[in-house]
């Protein structure tokens, strides 16, 4: 079964709304949404 078009057009315009990066890819016959976020380092005073 393909997925529903007008149902991920409808969360892509949400998730654009919210401002939420992402990116979309076809997987197994569906679509993934992907959050598009850096991660954050967090630098230990004990490292130099």
Same mark, same amino acid.
């Given at each position: =079964? /393909?997925? @529903? &078009?007008?149902? /991920? @057009?409808?969360?892509? @315009?949400?998730? &654009? *709304?919210?401002?939420?990066?992402? &990116? &979309?890819?076809? =997987? =197994? $016959? $569906?679509?993934?949404?992907?959050? +598009? *976020?850096? *991660?954050? %380092? %967090?630098?230990?005073?004990?490292? +130099?």
């Amino acid at each position: =079964m /393909a997925y @529903d &078009t007008s149902l /991920a @057009d409808r969360i892509t @315009d949400l998730l &654009t *709304a919210l401002h939420l990066r992402f &990116t &979309t890819k076809a =997987m =197994m $016959g $569906g679509l993934c949404f992907e959050p +598009k *976020a850096k *991660a954050s %380092k %967090k630098r230990s005073s004990s490292v +130099k």
